[in-house]
């Protein structure tokens, strides 16, 4: 994989600027960066149009 393709789905910056994690959601692959991750778990709703289904995801709850 080159690194155009390794970039945070939410922000775009790429492994040169950030670490990256990888993901797979409905057999496809993606990233996200340390600093989106909470996104992803929280608000996945706000990467519609980054991640296929995203819309239809809950925020995970949270006990504080």
């Keep these: 994989m080159n ?3 390794t970039r945070c789905l939410n922000c775009d910056r790429s ?3 950030i670490p990256l994690v990888s993901l797979r959601y ?11 991750m909470p996104v992803l778990i ?3 709703q706000q990467l519609a149009g980054k991640l ?3 819309e239809k995801m809950t925020g ?3 006990g504080h």
């Design 26 to 36: 409905a057999g496809k692959q993606a990233w996200v960066c340390s600093q989106c």
């Design 42 to 44: 929280h608000k996945p």
């Design 3 to 5: 690194n155009s393709q």
């Design 52 to 54: 296929a289904g995203a």
């Design 15 to 17: 492994d040169e600027e």
């Design 60 to 62: 995970a709850a949270h």
